[in-house]
C-alpha cells in the first residue's frame, strides 16, 4: 500500500476486501462482509443484519460494508438542472 492510501479512510480494509474477494465469491456470493481491522471479517446474509453487527460491535467505525459479486464501485449521478425526472 502506498503512502496515499494509507491517508484514506478504510484504504486497509478495502486492501483485505481485494486481497480476499476471489475465493469468497466462491463461497459468499450475494452475502455481506463487514471487515474491520485487524483483519476481522464477518458474513451476513443482509445489509440489515451486517449493519447492525457493525453498529453494535464497532460504533461509527471504521468498518468496510460491501455485497460479495456486486461492483466494487457504484457511481450515482444526480440529474442536471435541464433534465426531467
Not at 486497509?12 to 450475494?30: M, T
Not at 464497532?58 to 450515482?76: C, K, S, T
Request: hydrophobic share 40%.
Amino acid at each position: 500500500m502506498n503512502t496515499e492510501d494509507k491517508n484514506k479512510p478504510l484504504a486497509e480494509e478495502i486492501e483485505i476486501y481485494r486481497k480476499y474477494i476471489d475465493g469468497w465469491i466462491k463461497e459468499h456470493l450475494n452475502e455481506w462482509v463487514v471487515v474491520r481491522l485487524p483483519e476481522k471479517i464477518d458474513f451476513f446474509k443482509s445489509f440489515d443484519d451486517a449493519a447492525e453487527f457493525a453498529i453494535n460491535n464497532y460504533g461509527r467505525g471504521p468498518y468496510l460494508i460491501r455485497r460479495i459479486g456486486e461492483p466494487e464501485e457504484i457511481v450515482l449521478s444526480a440529474p442536471s438542472a435541464n433534465e426531467n425526472w
